[in-house]
């Protein structure tokens, strides 16, 4: 597994390296993955609305096609729980491509049918609804965090830790974060701890899918 | 992880403990995963309709209640691609429970839309039709297999071979196989270096998922 590595698309625009590589850091500790990170261009806001979907991907196509053709990389990743763009960059590359969300509700389902999402938003990427169907039976989206910003603030780890209780109570036996901020801060390990519950952590499934690719190279 | 084991549920009886043991020694080779692998009692010929399949799941059942009870294993795998009584297994024991079948068919929608199934039955389990929905675009059996028995004979390899060769002419990116049987042969080894193609293992997924839960403990 040596010489080969994957693509990592950060559907963002950031100047931070730190930023830029910190789902693939993960992946690579996680996986042993050589990992290339890169983030759309003139979006530093990311994707938000319909609007700004539609401008990021054709920007994600492009970037994908520079991972394969210049990076020669082995597979991608779209490392965001929306899976923007996924299969329009399927049909562009000839690398197998991952997206976040999608790796995490098949892990959800396959092992379980109680399934709990976490999110930031009012709504819950389709990404992943689609695939969790009937198994999803509850979500919820922790007060006063609206986005990925307010999950740095204070008081974001002690609501989140109120939600995922909510979201046991509901019956959930596993909780998927829908949106990778929740990676960033290091919730899943907190989760984990506290509350003693499986988590799906959309970098981790989606390192998981790639590790799992490599492995048959 | 040391400390932790599961239980692989094989959905037939033999007396050989080199064949029961076989998926949990690939998945330990592979994962690194403590396995204890059991059979169901008094089913020599598993199950191969609806009659063996109402009569083995009440045993599957049994067995899983035996690992989590006696056994204290940290997770349970149905090792077969049909999922036999996954459900019901998972309404008896509170440990996560994959399922074979249902693992294989999630990895191979993570990683792509265009899904071959390579099987031995003329019909596809339905714990993967269900879930590999559109992106199902072939299924095939080789000519002159109809039975795990048969994969051990001379003919077996070059047999599906041609019949993997004739899954990426109807457009499949990647191979399922829809039998362990496949596995038991080294039969992915040989298509992956033969024709290059992405293989989804249901042994190998398995433990994938086996392995995901357990890093999470």
Redesign the interface.
């Known amino acids: 597994m040596d010489n080969l590595s994957v693509g990592i698309i950060r559907v963002f625009t950031t100047e931070d390296q730190e930023i830029t590589n910190s789902h693939g850091n993960k992946i690579e500790e996680?996986y042993n993955i050589r990992c290339i990170n890169k983030c759309i261009h003139q979006q530093p806001k990311g994707i938000y609305d319909e609007e700004s979907e539609t401008k990021a991907i054709p920007k994600i196509i492009e970037l994908a096609k520079e991972f394969e053709n210049h990076h020669k990389v082995s597979c991608i990743a779209i490392s965001c729980a929306a899976d923007p763009g996924l299969?329009l960059v399927?049909n562009e590359v000839s690398v197998?491509v991952?997206g976040a969300g999608?790796?995490a509700a098949?892990?959800a389902?396959?092992?379980?049918?109680k399934i709990g999402i976490l999110t930031i938003a009012n709504e819950v990427p389709q990404a992943m609804t689609r695939?969790l169907g009937d198994s999803l039976i509850s979500w919820r989206k922790p007060s006063a965090v609206n986005n990925t910003a307010d999950l740095l603030k204070g008081y974001a780890i002690e609501n989140s830790l109120a939600t995922a209780k909510e979201l046991m109570r509901d019956g959930a036996?596993v909780i998927v974060f829908a949106c990778t901020g929740y990676v960033t801060i290091g919730f899943?390990d907190i989760l984990?701890n506290k509350l003693g519950v499986?988590?799906i952590d959309p970098v981790?499934?989606e390192g998981?899918?790639l590790s799992?690719?490599l492995?048959?190279e």
């Open positions: 996680t299969e399927r197998p991952v999608s790796s098949h892990m389902k396959t092992v379980s049918q695939i036996e899943g984990k499986t988590v981790e499934t998981n899918a799992f690719i492995r048959g």
